[in-house]
């Protein structure tokens, strides 16, 4: 406990310029056009729940970190239980392999949205490989992010999928809250 403790309050500090920014509306560039976003939904809570092993744990803080780069787009980083329902909330658990298996053949993670709150949870594997980007791809399905192309992070399989959050990744998600 002491670690992930440890590990959430250097993510925190990690995240700090993120957390509780963009009060106001944000303006960036989109294809040449001046686009003005609500900083309402640009804004996430992130609930490491409690059956996350340590791994899992780094692998989540490292997704948000790898999001966070997304101009505008915070997110606020909390360790406790955690279901689902509050608004902006994405709660990531803990799965076992054994558990992904069983919902389809190479599932490495899953993600349940809900859009009415516009959250999610995310379940992550154990000791998987490229496991930062797996959590980074589930992120992108609880913010509403769909499958998309090779070179993204948002690409179906791993084989195919970028070493991080990429321009077109950052196209969708902005595409989301027009």
């Known amino acids: 406990m002491v670690m992930r403790g440890a590990l959430l309050l250097a993510a925190t500090f990690a995240l700090g ?18 686009v003005v976003h609500d900083p309402a939904g640009w804004r996430y809570t992130v ?21 966070a780069a997304v101009p505008g787009l915070s997110f606020d980083l909390q360790s406790a239980a955690c279901t689902a ?16 298996e069983k919902m389809g053949d190479g599932v490495a993670g899953s993600t349940r949205r ?24 589930e992120l992108g399905h609880a913010m ?15 084989g195919c999928a970028a070493l991080t959050v990429e321009a077109a990744d950052v196209a969708q998600f902005e595409s989301t809250r027009d």
């Open 144 to 158: 509403g992010l769909v499958h998309a192309g090779e070179g993204t992070i948002m690409c179906a399989t791993s």
């Open 17 to 34: 310029g993120c957390a509780g920014r963009a009060t106001e509306p944000v303006e960036t560039q989109v294809a040449g056009a001046l």
């Open 114 to 137: 809900d859009e009415a709150h516009d959250g999610a949870v995310v379940l992550l594997g154990q000791r998987l490989p490229y496991a930062d980007r797996i959590a980074a791809h």
């Open 47 to 67: 609930v490491l729940d409690t059956s996350l092993t340590f791994d899992q744990a780094e692998n989540a803080v490292v997704a948000t970190e790898m999001w």
């Open 85 to 100: 329902g509050d608004a902006h909330t994405i709660c990531v658990q803990g799965a076992t392999n054994e558990t992904l």
